[in-house]
Nanobody, 126 residues
Framework: QVELSESGGGLVRPGDSLRVSCAASGRMSSSSAMAWFRQSPGKEREFVAAVRWSGGSTHYADSVKGRFTISRDKAKNTGYLQMESLNVEDTAVYYC???????????????????WGQGTQVTVSS
């Protein structure tokens, strides 16, 4: 069993940076993956980025590639999403998710992740 808790959301201006964190309680196994998804009002929850817990390989949605960086600190059992050059389209509730035994082809799928955080609001507005 893994419980996830996000923090670090807030209100920023276009072009600003922000880092959100996801603290995991419980063991993240070597086959685990951690991901970030986001959901805007009236839209479906969409994949943002994922990281393999063991090897650290990363995967990104095209809309954030080059602007967002996902990472994890295994010693702290915490994942991070560093967001740069934020724009109004990035406004959403950001959810952290964790899954065990997530295969490559499923990394971008919500159904691959059994554990979810409560979400943290990121608002980009001038």
């Amino acid at each position: 069993q893994v419980e996830l808790s996000e923090s670090g959301g807030g209100l920023v201006r276009p072009g600003d940076s922000l880092r959100v964190s996801c603290a995991a309680s419980g063991r993240m196994s070597s086959s685990s993956a951690m991901a970030w998804f986001r959901q805007s009002p009236g839209k479906e929850r969409e994949f943002v980025a994922a990281v393999r817990w063991s090897g650290g390989s990363t995967h990104y949605a095209d809309s954030v590639k080059g602007r967002f960086t996902i990472s994890r600190d295994k010693a702290k059992n915490t994942g991070y999403l560093q967001m740069e050059s934020l724009n109004v389209e990035d406004t959403a509730v950001y959810y952290c998710a964790a899954g065990m035994g997530v295969i490559l082809s499923s990394l971008r799928m919500r159904a691959a992740y059994a554990y979810w955080g409560q979400g943290t609001q990121v608002t980009v507005s001038s």
